[in-house]
């Protein structure tokens, strides 16, 4: 996370990893919610503007909010 935000990023997404078939890596282990939400705090700890964190989150999640708040703030 320090890695992409010191890289500039300012929106960052985290969410489970689900494997699609056998023919793909296996789920290593299930993330529990509560280190989601810590996932989360870390984020705006280390200084991202938007921090997406859920066991379903995808780059997608909430993609119209993103694109406002980018909107709004960087442009």
Not at 32 to 39: G, R, S, W
Not at 57 to 67: C, D, G, P
């Amino acid at each position: 996370m320090v890695d992409a935000n010191d890289a500039g990023c300012n929106i960052f997404y985290a969410g489970q990893y689900l494997s699609p078939t056998k023919q793909h890596l296996p789920v290593c282990r299930y993330i529990k919610p509560n280190e989601f939400k810590n996932y989360e705090a870390m984020g705006y700890e280390i200084g991202f503007d938007v921090v997406v964190s859920a066991p379903l989150v995808r780059s997608s999640y909430h993609s119209e909010k993103q694109r406002r708040w980018i909107w709004k703030n960087m442009m």
